[in-house]
């Protein structure tokens, strides 16, 4: 996605989303943004990187901007997923799907704790973490998402770059350390509540006066 801002990278997923509901149809940039809750001049400049740019009184084709904002985001291909850290949150994320349909098909479940490999989580059994570069390399996996406590996240991390993955995805709270050309996204959810919080009591001071 070379030239593509990263604001607008982030609002990709969003755009396609709301698009999943009107197939087969066209949609204005108004509708869209009301969608989005973004205005509409930002819609248009983010689709105009991707060769988009409508049809003056029509709107845009809904298929063809599905396809080319999946195309831009890479799901025009599945991808293969390990989770590392079989706790609460990585089987629930095991379980979750939606990922297939998404491009996004979970191939390996890991954890260090020997009482828990061998069990499944859904369909996938836990394998040991010892076996995590052999398995990377066999089922080509291509992301790697980090669901342990802090304190194993790096490990985990120096352990997937290692074996070659280039794209992780990190619900451990840590910042991890990586070499230039690893492509880290973090998912703090405390941060998010803190967030949610700000907005709460703003909302709460302004309807007391």
């Known amino acids: 996605m070379k030239g593509i801002p990263p604001a607008t990278v982030q609002r990709l997923p969003i755009y396609l989303r709301c698009l999943s509901d009107y197939a087969g149809q ?10 989005a809750r973004v205005n509409s001049a930002k819609v248009r400049k983010d689709l105009s990187f991707l060769g988009s740019y409508g049809t003056r009184g029509v709107g ?3 298929d063809h901007l599905v396809y080319q904002i999946s195309r831009e985001l890479g799901l025009t291909k599945d991808w293969a997923v390990c989770i590392v850290g079989m706790g609460n949150l990585g089987s629930a994320l095991a379980r979750y799907r939606g990922f297939p349909d998404r491009g996004f098909a979970i191939m390996g479940l ?21 076996r995590f570069k052999r398995v990377v390399k066999d089922r080509d996996l291509s992301i790697g998402v980090i669901t342990t406590p ?25 910042v991890l350390k990586v070499p230039d050309g690893i492509d880290v ?22 309807r007391a006066g």
Do not use: H, W
């Open 60 to 62: 845009y084709d809904v």
């Open 110 to 130: 890991f954890d260090s704790d020997p009482r828990k490999v061998g069990k499944k989580v859904g369909s996938r059994e836990i394998e040991s973490l010892a």
């Open 150 to 174: 802090a304190g194993s996240a790096q490990e985990v991390a120096d352990r997937m770059v290692a074996a070659g993955i280039t794209s992780i995805l990190n619900f451990a709270p840590a």
């Open 185 to 206: 996204r973090r998912v703090d959810l405390s941060t998010e509540l803190q967030i949610c919080s700000f907005y709460l009591a703003r909302s709460v001071a302004d």
């Open 26 to 35: 066209t949609i204005s940039s108004e509708n869209l943004a009301q969608l």
